[in-house]
């Protein structure tokens, strides 16, 4: 099971961390992404963290978003900076499967997905 943790609302250009912990070492176990829903649209991948180390993100937060293992709290972790109202929806984090060393914005890449946490901008 997957938990996410640090939304909330926030004025544009504040800053916010998102972090996602899992039963056991379930995080440095997977490569894990974030992601990012508002209703009626599909899910979007925002940023990935492989086995591998590499990391990708989406390329209209490139700069402004960064993602990270915390090995201490074996959690990943999501800061994002300069927010905009357009950054508003509901914020996931996922693991794929441990066979699969590199991380990946697909949603259908992955297999275990947390509740959400809402992250509301307002300009």
């Known amino acids: 099971e997957l938990r996410e943790s640090g939304g909330g609302s926030v004025e544009a250009g504040g800053s916010l961390r998102l972090s996602c912990v899992g039963d056991g070492d379930t995080v440095s176990r997977h490569s894990m992404g974030w992601f990012r829903q508002v209703r009626g649209k599909a899910r979007e991948g925002v940023a990935s963290?492989?086995?591998?180390?590499?990391?990708r993100y989406l390329d209209s937060r490139r700069g402004r978003i960064a993602i990270s293992r915390d090995r201490a709290t074996d959690a990943v972790v999501r800061k994002m900076n300069s927010l905009k109202p357009e950054d508003t929806g509901t914020y996931y984090c996922?693991?794929?499967?441990?066979?699969?060393?590199?991380?990946?914005?697909?949603?259908?890449?992955?297999?275990?997905w947390g509740q959400g946490t809402q992250v509301t901008v307002s300009s």
């Open positions: 996922a693991a794929r499967p441990p066979s699969q060393l590199f991380g990946s914005l697909w949603p259908t890449s992955y297999t275990n």
């Open positions: 963290v492989g086995l591998d180390g590499h990391e």
